[in-house]
């Protein structure tokens, strides 16, 4: 059974860091592109990264260039998201997703970690 | 950007009944577009994906249809866990964009 389990949200306080994790089971990582994709809480989905099979391509999204990190360590089946200078509209679920190649999108999801940014 | 815009933003519809909901591409994005359900406190689940095709183990009351700019998702009909949030997902950019959702309620 596919998995994607993630961990590290919390409540940081403005210009802080956090470093989430997505841990996936049930199929090899290091065969799937994987994205991260927030949602604040009673609004709609943005994507904000994504990350090629074998870690050689990223992309962001404008409102976090320059301040997230995405990337893999496929031997331990992990995504992670290292976020850096924490601003309160980044307080999100952020959930991990792993871009299926059959349906083109995202075929499964993470449950999601929330983040809060506050003082 | 390509921008995504659904309508209506919320609906209320009975069980049994028919529910179509649009979703409107700023630019061609041939048959690019994913339909996903939310229900509160969980992740998105993906129902159709390149506009028309079903995902696996999603019931057949589930239709979409559409290429280019113009989309729709159709609920045949509804049944009580039909009830939640749904969002339209152009993935012909490399950042999908998702519509603003459509809330379908009693």
């Known amino acids: 059974e596919v998995q994607l389990v993630e961990s590290g949200g919390g409540l940081v306080q403005p210009g802080g860091s956090l470093r989430l994790s997505c841990a996936a089971s049930?199929?090899?990582?290091?065969?799937?592109?994987m994205y991260w994709v927030r949602q604040v809480p009673g609004q709609g989905l943005v994507c904000v990264s994504r990350i090629k099979s074998d870690g050689s391509i990223t992309d962001y999204a404008d409102s976090v260039k320059g301040r997230f990190t995405i990337s893999r360590d496929n031997a331990k089946n992990t995504l992670y998201l290292q976020m850096n200078s924490l601003r309160f509209e980044d307080t999100a679920v952020y959930y991990c997703v792993r871009f299926g190649a059959l349906a083109g999108t995202g075929d499964y999801w993470g449950q999601g970690t929330l983040v809060t940014v506050s003082s | 950007d390509i921008q995504m815009t659904q309508s209506p933003s919320s609906l209320s519809a009975s069980v049994g009944g028919r529910v179509t909901i649009t979703c409107r591409a700023s630019q061609s994005i041939s048959t690019y577009l994913n339909w996903f359900q939310q229900k509160p406190g969980k992740a998105p689940k993906l129902l159709i994906y390149?506009?028309?095709s079903l995902q696996n183990g999603v019931p057949s009351r589930y239709s979409g249809s559409g290429s280019g700019t113009d989309f729709t998702l159709t609920i045949s009909s509804l049944q009580p866990e039909d009830f939640a949030t749904y969002y339209c997902q152009e993935s012909y950019s490399a950042l999908w964009t998702f519509g603003q959702g459509t809330k379908v309620d009693i």
């Open positions: 390149d506009a028309s």
């Open positions: 049930g199929f090899s990582l290091s065969s799937y592109w």
